[in-house]
C-alpha cells in the first residue's frame, strides 16, 4: 500500500488497539476499495452491505461481551478487536449502530481529536507536510476539488519519493513550480544534464500533465516540444469545454484524466500570470503559434471567448466582436468585450486593449443611442423634461431614473480619444473598426441632432422660459455671493465645459470635498463673450446685446461694456467686496511661493480658463484639439487641489457655454444665414439685423432672450450651421442644443485636507521587460498600506519623463481608470496592470516612470532608465 493508505491504517490500528471496537463512516466513500485490505492483527473487519439488520447480526457475537450500559462484563479484561466500515453518513443512519458507538469509538471525517479525523484533506496534508512540504498545498487544493483519489495520492506520495535529482536542482518538488522554471529559463540545464535528470523531469510531465516527452532529445528540443505540446493541449481542451469542433486539432495530444487536464491548465494559468514569467510566456507563444500555424486553423471565433494561450486568439475575437456590433449584436458584443479587455493578450500588448476599450465604450454608444431615441419620443415636447432627461435621467414612479442622457456625449468624446491613440495598420487590417466608427460618429450625430431639433422647438414653444432651471445669469449672485461670506472663495470659470465633462470631474474628488452639482440655462446666443458675462456680478440685473464691432458682440451691464476677458476681469475687481486676485488656471499647476501667499491672502478668487475652447477652434489637428480638451479635466482637478490645499473652502465651477464637437460633417447640413446687416456670425448663430427668413433656422428678437437691444438672431435647427469662414471644422457652440444650452454648476466644499503621509503607505512599481519597444507598454503598480488604520485606496496620477519633459501618459489600466483625467485608483494589496502610452517622439535613450498622489502631486514611486528602442 501507500503512504497515504499507510497513514490511515496507522491511526486505524491505534484506535482498535486503544478502544476494540471502531465504528468508521466514510461518506465520500473514499476507502471502500482499500477496506478489505486492511491487515489488522487479531481484527475483524465488517462492511456495510445494504442491511443494518444484517449488519448488527453479523456483530452481535462482539456485543455478546457488552453490558447494556456499554461497560465489558465483569471477567472480561480484554475488549473484542472489531472495524465497522460504513461508507454512509453517520447523520442518516437512524443511529442504527448507537450500541457499537457507544462500545467503542468513531471514526468520521471532521471527527475530534485528529486522530479519529478520516478526511482525505487531512491525511494528505499530514502525509506531505513530512514528504513534501512545497507540494502540500497544491496537493490538498486537488483533493478539494475531488480531483484527487486515495490511489492518486498513494501514487503521488511515491512518486514524490522519486524526486531526489529534481528537488536537489530546482529546490523542490511542486509540479507547477519545477515545470514553469525549466520552460522560462535555461539556468537549471546544466544541472539536469549533469545528474542526468532530464527522463525524470519528463517522466513527471508525463504523470501529471499526460503530456509524453521524449528525454532522448537534446534538452533544449525538450523544452521546445514541452513547450509546444502545453499550449497546443491547452488551446484544444479549452475549445472542447466551450462546445467547439476540435476536430482540426485531432493531432493535438491531449491528457485523458480529469487531474492532468486540470494541472496542465493551471501551469499555463500560472504560467501567464506571474509578473516574473509573463515575458517568457509571450515569447514561447509566439514561437508556437508561428510553428503551428495557429491563424490559419480556421478557428470558431466564439469558442475562443475562454482561451488565452495565443495572441492571434485576440485578433480573432476583436474581428468577431466588429462583425457583431456591424451586425447590430451589440449586446452579446458587450459580454465578449468585458471578459476580454482584461485578459493576458489585452494586458500584455497595449494595443489589444486599446481595442477592446474602445469597441466597449462603441457598444455602450449605440446602446445609449437607442434607449435615448427611445425616451424623446415621450418627452420632445416638454424642454424642461428633456433637460432633466439629459443631466439626471428619465424618472418614474416604479423604477430608478435612467442614465442620464448626456452619457452619449462622454462616450463619444472617450470613443474619438481612444481611436486617436489607435496606430492603425495599413493594408485594410482595420477596415471593420473603421466601418465601426463610422457607424458610431453616425449614430451620436443622428441622436443629438434629432434631440437639438426637438429642444429648439420645445423652447420655442415655451417662449423660452425654462423655468424649473436655474438661470445663467443667477449664479454669481445665489451660488458665489453667499459663499464668499462664509470663508474664502474661489470661483472658476471654465469656457465650453460641457455638462458631462463636469461630471467626469467631480467623481474623482475624495471624501475630503463636499459636491454638489446641478443644471443651469446658458444665456443665448452661447458664445464666450454672452456666457461669460452672464456669470459676472450684476448680471441678474439685466444685460443688453450689443454691437461691440470689429464683427463681435458684447453685453453692456449697467454703464459697462463687456467684450472680452479684460474688461469682464475688470467689471470683477470693481463689484467684488474684499481682496480679490485673478488668475488663469495655469498659475495654480505649479504657483510660486509669491502667487501661494497671494491666493492666502486673497478673500475672492477668479480663476479663468479657455483651453477647451482654444483647443477647439483654433488647433487645426483635430485628434490633437481632442487629446488637449481632455487633459483640461486633470488640469482642473489638480487646480482644485491645489487651491483646497491653500486655505480655499468654497469652490464654484461653471461654463459660459457648452459645445459640439462631430466628425463626418455633411455639405448638407450647412445652410445660408439670413444675410441683412450682420454683426456677427458664427457657425451656429447669426446676430444683426434684417435679412431673409428660412424654415432651417429659427429667427428671434434679442429680447424674446431676456436680452435688452434692438438686434436679432437666428439658429440653425438640428445640427445645421452657417457657412462662415472655418465652418468646415467639427467644433462649434453658439446655438441651440442641450450640448451647447446646458451648463454645469459645481458646488465643491472642502471638508478635510490632508497632508501626505510618506510613511503612511507605499507604491511599487514593477516593469517586467528590459526595455520599451513600443508606444504602448504595461507596468504593474501595486499599493501597500503600512500602518494599521492607512486608506483602503489611493488615487494616482502616472506618466512618463524624460529630461523633464512628459512624453507619456497612463493610457489604461486593469481597474480604476478614469478616461477624462488618466487618474488610477488603486486598491490595497491589489496589483494593477497600467497601459503606458508614450505620447511623442522620445529622443532620448531612456525614460522614466513616475506615480504621482493626484491630490499633493508628491511623488510615491518611480523607475529611472528604462531604456527605449522603437523601432518604426
Known sequence: ??????????????????????????????????????????????????????????????????????????????????????????????????????????????????????????????????????????????????????????????????????????????????????????????????????????????????????????????????????????????????????????????????????????????WRNRLDLRESYAKWADKVQAEAQVFGLNLDAPTLVSVETFPCVESLLLEWVESQILNGNIVDALEVVTRRKSSFWSLQEGGYRLRWTLLEIAARLFLAAERIEAELKAIRKNANAMIQAYTRGIFSASEEPSVPWCILDQYHRHLEHRYAMLDLQPYGRHTKLEKVMLNARRRYIDVVGRCAESFAKALTAADFNVSDV?????????????????????????????????LELINGFGDEFQVVISPAIAQLPTITEVGMAALMPGADGGMELVDAGAGKVGIRINDTLLKDRVTRVKHFESEVAGRSLVLKLNDLMKPTKKR?????????????????????????????????????????????????????????????????????????????????????????????????????????????????????????????????????????????????????????????????????????????????????????????????????TKRVRMIVRTNRAEVGIAAMAAYGFEEGTQEIILEKDRPNAVTMMLTGEVDAPAVSIHVLDATTQVELAVLKNIPVEISI
Request: one cysteine or more; proline letters at 4%; a negative charge.
Open 1 to 270: 500500500m501507500g503512504k497515504v493508505t499507510d497513514e490511515l491504517m496507522a491511526l486505524i490500528a491505534r484506535q482498535v488497539q486503544d478502544h476494540g471496537i471502531v465504528v468508521w463512516y466514510d461518506p465520500d466513500q473514499a476507502y471502500g476499495e482499500v477496506v478489505d485490505r486492511f491487515n489488522l492483527p487479531e481484527t475483524t473487519v465488517v462492511r456495510f452491505a445494504g442491511s443494518f439488520f444484517r449488519l448488527r447480526y453479523q456483530i452481535e457475537p462482539f456485543l455478546e461481551f457488552v453490558e447494556e450500559d456499554g461497560r465489558l462484563r465483569p471477567g472480561l479484561e480484554t475488549p473484542p478487536k472489531l472495524l465497522i466500515y460504513i461508507p454512509l453518513d453517520r447523520t442518516k443512519t437512524q443511529h442504527a449502530m448507537i450500541e457499537a458507538e457507544t462500545s467503542g469509538v468513531v471514526m468520521e471525517p471532521g471527527a475530534s481529536p485528529w486522530q479519529r479525523n478520516t478526511r482525505l484533506k487531512v491525511l494528505a496534508e499530514r502525509v506531505f507536510k513530512r514528504i513534501s512540504p512545497d507540494r502540500v498545498d497544491a496537493v490538498v487544493a486537488e483533493v478539494e476539488a475531488g480531483r484527487r483519489t486515495l490511489a492518486e495520492l498513494d501514487w503521488l506520495a511515491d512518486q514524490t519519493g522519486e524526486l531526489g535529482a529534481i528537488k536537489l536542482i530546482f529546490g523542490r518538488t511542486a509540479v507547477t513550480e519545477v515545470i514553469l522554471l525549466f520552460l522560462s529559463t535555461d539556468e537549471y540545464d546544466e544541472a539536469i544534464l549533469d545528474k542526468h535528470a532530464l527522463p525524470e523531469l519528463t517522466a513527471l510531465c508525463e504523470t501529471d500533465l499526460g503530456l509524453p516527452i521524449d528525454p532522448g532529445r537534446p534538452i533544449e528540443q525538450v523544452r521546445r516540444q514541452l513547450c509546444r505540446s502545453l499550449l497546443l493541449a491547452e488551446l484544444k481542451l479549452q475549445i472542447h469545454t466551450a462546445g467547439g469542433d476540435t476536430s482540426r486539432l485531432d493531432a493535438i495530444h491531449t491528457p485523458e484524466a480529469a487531474r492532468q487536464q486540470e494541472q496542465l491548465r493551471a501551469v499555463c494559468r500560472s
Open 470 to 502: 436655474e438661470a445663467q445669469d443667477h449664479i454669481f449672485l445665489r451660488r458665489v455671493r453667499a459663499r464668499m461670506a462664509e470663508g474664502k472663495t474661489a470661483y472658476i470659470l471654465v469656457d465650453a465645459l460641457r455638462y458631462e465633462m463636469a
Open 596 to 792: 501661494q501667499q497671494e491666493i492666502a491672502d486673497a478673500d475672492v478668487l477668479l480663476v479663468t480658463s479657455r483651453e477647451i475652447d482654444r483647443h477647439g477652434e483654433e488647433t487645426e489637428d483635430e485628434e490633437e484639439a481632442r487629446r488637449f480638451m481632455d487633459e483640461v479635466l486633470e488640469k482642473l482637478r489638480r487646480g482644485v487641489r491645489r487651491l483646497a490645499l491653500l486655505g480655499v473652502r468654497h469652490i464654484i465651477v461653471t461654463a459660459d457655454h457648452g459645445h459640439l464637437f462631430i466628425d463626418e460633417l455633411d455639405d448638407g447640413m450647412k445652410i445660408d444665414s439670413p444675410g441683412g446687416r450682420t454683426v456677427d456670425l458664427h457657425p451656429r448663430v447669426w446676430v444683426g439685423r434684417g435679412g431673409s427668413a428660412a424654415p432651417g433656422y429659427i429667427r428671434i428678437k434679442a429680447s424674446e432672450l431676456g436680452l435688452a437691444g434692438d438686434l436679432e438672431l437666428a439658429f440653425p435647427l438640428g445640427l445645421a450651421f452657417f457657412r462662415t469662414r472655418g465652418s468646415s471644422r467639427g467644433y462649434f457652440h453658439g446655438g441651440i442644443s442641450l450640448q451647447e444650452m446646458v451648463v454645469p454648476v459645481a458646488e465643491i466644499t472642502v471638508k478635510d485636507v490632508r497632508a501626505y503621509d510618506k510613511g503612511a503607505s507605499t507604491v511599487i512599481l514593477t516593469f517586467a521587460k528590459p526595455k520599451i519597444t513600443t508606444r504602448f507598454f504595461s507596468v504593474e503598480v501595486l499599493y501597500v498600506v503600512q500602518v494599521l488604520f492607512g486608506d483602503d
